[in-house]
């Protein structure tokens, strides 16, 4: 089993707690996995905060994204998008950091990212 804790630290979670409502909406979640080259954690560390941190502020649909770094390679990062639906998901990928981001990750990525869907079956619970 892979284990995984969160990396940077706790400033890449980001949760948008006022846009969170599960009652009536088909919350998308994406289960993120990439690996990047050694090389180029800076960039992909300063790529992943800037979509999580733009994201969460600026897009009422996203309502968490996270960002968290394999225990066993130090190389694979796991990231975990919550948005409100399917065309919160579309106009995510029409924002400026999505486009950085796509943009950034051509050369920090050591192979190409894989995205699992997965339902969200217990409500999202938030700090309080």
């Not at 941190?53 to 649909?61: A, F, K, L």
């Not at 990212?113 to 997965?118: D, I, M, R």
Request: one cysteine or more.
């Amino acid at each position: 089993m892979t284990g995984f804790t969160l990396r940077p630290p706790a400033s890449v979670c980001r949760i948008n707690s006022s846009a969170y409502s599960a009652g009536g909406h088909d919350v998308q979640v994406s289960l993120v996995t990439l690996k990047i080259k050694p090389d180029q954690r800076p960039r992909f560390l300063a790529a992943v905060e800037d979509n999580a941190t733009c994201s969460v502020r600026d897009e009422p649909g996203c309502l968490r994204f996270e960002a968290f770094q394999d225990t066993t390679d130090p190389d694979t990062y796991h990231l975990v998008e919550v948005f409100r639906d399917e065309q919160a998901v579309a106009a995510h990928r029409e924002t400026a950091q999505y486009a950085r981001w796509a943009k950034a990750s051509q050369e920090f990525l050591a192979k190409p990212l894989t995205v699992v869907q997965v339902r969200d079956v217990l409500p999202l619970t938030l700090p309080s």
